[in-house]
């Protein structure tokens, strides 16, 4: 199995994310569409203060799928159970002598250092946060920077640190396939943008060089330079290339802009 389809694996069996003592069901579907959209899967739950499924949904479209895959716990115990690396998320000041990680270090450690080891992310309840009681489960702190307000919703925290894990994924070669710009009707995904990260990168000199000759072409059809000037337009236009650093997507543009100007000098009457 090639890294990239390891890479996803792991985070979909080897990361869980446990909500201890939610308070809205329509925060465990938010959840959930942000565990969704970075790759994760496994969500524990651990004595829910009762369960409105329909709330969770409305919370969650496009994630019906993973809403089997919800574990629902009456005790953090039960919700770590063949855990091996627990980590729990808060901003509350704790004096203790817990590590503290940011959600990028989380994130390089957890899919380097155990990335054998099932890693499960504690989040606490919306108005109190995670228990002391949980965090003596806990190896490491989580800690989210903010500017003053520390305090960030419960979907968003699980959103931040999801997303720090989906980044250091890609790193390790996993592509994004989300839909690009354009909404539920775009025909182009973002996997498709990487298959033609070719076209975006800078074009070599090879590549600008027959642009070069079919604006010198043009040039000469409408006698832009007199005798002998070949040389000095020819150095303006590569230079002028270089400093601009086109991609190859942009030598196309610049050579199909040239053609039409070309056709139109050649039928000067066509419409």
Known sequence: MDEPSCTAAFLQENIRIVLVQPQHSGNIGAALRAMNNTGLRDLFVVDAAGFDVQQARWMAPGCEHL??????????????????????????HRRSSH??????????????????????????????GLPTSALEFCEAILWIPTAEHASLNLSQAIMVTAYALFTQA?????????????????PTTTAQHHNRAGQQETASLSEMEPVVQQMLELLEG??????????KVALSLRGMLQRSRPTLRELQSIRGMTRQIERALEQPDAD
Request: charged letters at 20%; one cysteine or more.
């Open 99 to 128: 590590r503290i990680l940011q959600p990028q270090e989380l994130a390089l450690e957890t899919l380097e250092a155990h990335s054998e080891h099932v890693t499960a992310i504690l989040f606490g309840r919306e108005d109190f």
């Open 170 to 186: 890609r790193h390790k070669g996993l592509p994004a396939h989300g839909r690009s710009l354009g909404g539920r009707g775009a």
């Open 222 to 231: 409408v006698e832009y330079y007199k005798k002998g000037g070949l040389g």
């Open 67 to 92: 809403f089997p895959h919800i574990r629902f716990c009456t005790s953090l115990s039960e919700a770590l159970a063949g855990v091996h690396h627990a980590v729990g998320a808060t901003a509350r």
